[in-house]
């Protein structure tokens, strides 16, 4: 089964909870199931453009960048501020 389909379903199973008027926690435990997923959808796809990707330190931005990821990319660790795109140089932070 592909990530998409897995995360198609967790999206109906969170709609289910909803409308049978279920209580909250379980609603939000299908939330947390399917985050993880699209956590490690995303790694993966980074990871085939980028090799040195890793989740623990590297943030991914919204800005569009001339990276091989498409998107800026932020050393956590040695940048908390997001100030310096390991590729572009610019910061997260734009006006
Ligand atoms: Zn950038």
């Known amino acids: 089964m592909s990530k998409a389909v897995e995360i198609e379903i967790n999206k109906k199973e969170i ?3 909803k409308l049978k008027g279920e209580n909250a926690y379980h609603a939000l435990r ?3 199931q399917a985050r993880l997923i699209l956590r490690s959808a995303e790694t ?3 990871r085939s453009v980028w090799p040195e990707y ?6 991914l931005g919204d800005w ?4 091989p990821v498409g998107v800026c990319v932020y050393d956590h660790f040695e940048d908390p501020p997001h100030d310096h795109c390991l590729f572009c140089g610019d910061p997260e932070e734009r006006k």
């Open 15 to 17: 709609f289910k909870h």
């Open 64 to 67: 569009k960048c001339t990276g």
């Open 54 to 59: 890793n989740g623990l330190w590297h943030h």
């Open 44 to 46: 993966e796809i980074v």
């Open 30 to 32: 299908e939330i947390n």
